[in-house]
């Protein structure tokens, strides 16, 4: 079993929407992955789609993955680097936590929340942002999600 599909409880509504490898990306953000690690990526969630309709005025992170190192879960989030965007960020990921919920087996949890930016990078003051970001467990990696990353 894949890595996101074993994490998932047995009735979970979110199985079915769950893609193989980067399927459930948009093509334009699968390139925000760097090519050496996007084949041990086997399967992935669109979260935002996922829960769009029950939460429509929330802000939703937009993706799940899942690594097979490891059988890791990895929450990855194209967005805007712009300074005033950070708190965004921030409420994506703890509603994406309240949404997954009665989703995730008792002891699974995304391992890693990363923020990928989506155009240009515009934060004047880099170690402050990064400061907040790591006071919620997100990282961000700038324009691309690299293998250093996943360790």
Request: glycine share 8%.
């Amino acid at each position: 079993m894949t890595p996101l599909r074993g994490a998932l409880v047995r009735h979970s509504r979110l199985g079915p929407l769950v893609a193989n490898g980067l399927q459930a990306l948009k093509p334009a953000d699968r390139r925000l992955i760097e090519e050496s690690i996007k084949n041990r990526l086997e399967d992935s969630l669109d979260l935002d789609a996922a829960f769009l309709e029950a939460h429509s005025n929330e802000n939703r992170w937009d993706y799940l993955l899942g690594d097979c190192i490891g059988e890791r879960i990895i929450g990855l989030e194209p967005h805007s680097a712009k300074s005033d965007e950070v708190s965004t960020v921030i409420r994506k990921k703890q509603r994406a936590l309240e949404h997954l919920r009665g989703h995730l087996k008792p002891g699974k949890k995304v391992w890693r929340w990363f923020w990928v930016s989506a155009g240009a990078v515009h934060f004047p003051h880099t170690d402050r942002v990064n400061l907040q970001l790591a006071q919620h467990n997100i990282t961000f990696v700038g324009k691309q999600l690299l293998k250093k990353h996943l360790g």
